[in-house]
T-cell receptor, first 112, second 113 residues
Framework: QQQVKQSPQSLIVQKGGISIINCAYE??????FPWYQQFPGKGPALLIA?????SEKKEGRFTISFNKSAKQFSLHIMDSQPGDSATYFC???????????FGEGTQLTVNP | SAVISQKPSRDICQRGTSLTIQCQVD?????MFWYRQQPGQSLTLIAT?????????ESGFVIDKFPISRPNLTFSTLTVSNMSPEDSSIYLC??????????FGDGTRLSIL
């Protein structure tokens, strides 16, 4: 199976709160898991990525948590800001250079 | 990361016509990809553009409808042929940089009347 399932479809968070977006995959050959942030009128921008040999990766307010046994990974946005309001996509890829499989996307709204 | 420029950024076209979208990268990249993103939806891979060989198309996409060229390591074009309203979408060019991360251009917003 090549699917990556993402939830929730939409998320509303108050400023300063934590935003959590979850993804699950089935293909155990996936070995690279990026998250993309997309603003209206723009292409997806790489936010943060993780490989399955670590359980967590943090860059500023953004953290990926990875659970290899459960085949799940999640994006946590700490101290969420209105400027974080965007659509977020998780993705997964097998051997280097091969196609990315994207989740369905989460529209995040951070209220001031 | 690579700077990826797409042209045109948007266009409105008549049914039955064709449009060629250009993707220019500021450095040589191994892999170039073309995606389609319908409004409010996720990204769907159309094809992988291989330098010096035929593009590799995903299921549901054919060369006659979406011919692709990749004349060198910094440039590719995607043509959307014989367009119909169903082809109204955002078309995105993407590259794999340093064999790892994949980066996207800002896309071409295409409307078919």
């Amino acid at each position: 199976q090549q699917q990556v399932k993402q939830s929730p479809q939409s998320l509303i968070v108050q400023k300063g709160g934590i935003s959590i977006i979850n993804c699950a995959y089935e293909n155990t050959a996936f070995d690279y898991f990026p998250w993309y942030q997309q603003f209206p009128g723009k292409g997806p921008a790489l936010l943060i990525a993780i490989r399955p040999d670590v359980s967590e990766k943090k860059e500023g307010r953004f953290t990926i948590s990875f659970n290899k046994s459960a085949k799940q990974f999640s994006l946590h946005i700490m101290d969420s800001q209105p400027g974080d309001s965007a659509t977020y996509f998780c993705a997964a890829r097998g051997t280097s250079g091969s196609r990315l499989t994207f989740g369905e996307g989460t529209q995040l709204t951070v209220n001031p | 990361s690579a700077v990826i420029s797409q042209k045109p950024s948007r266009d409105i076209c008549q049914r039955g016509t064709s449009l060629t979208i250009q993707c220019q990268v500021d450095s040589q990249v191994t892999m170039m990809f073309w995606y389609r993103q319908q409004p409010g939806q996720s990204l769907t891979l159309i094809a992988t553009a291989n330098q010096g060989s035929e593009a590799t198309y995903e299921s549901g996409f054919v060369i006659d409808k979406f011919p692709i060229s990749r004349p060198n390591l910094t440039f590719s074009t995607l043509t959307v042929s014989n367009m119909s309203p169903e082809d109204s979408s955002i078309y995105l060019c993407s590259v794999t940089y340093s064999g790892q991360s994949q980066h996207f251009g800002d896309g071409t917003r295409l409307s078919i009347l």
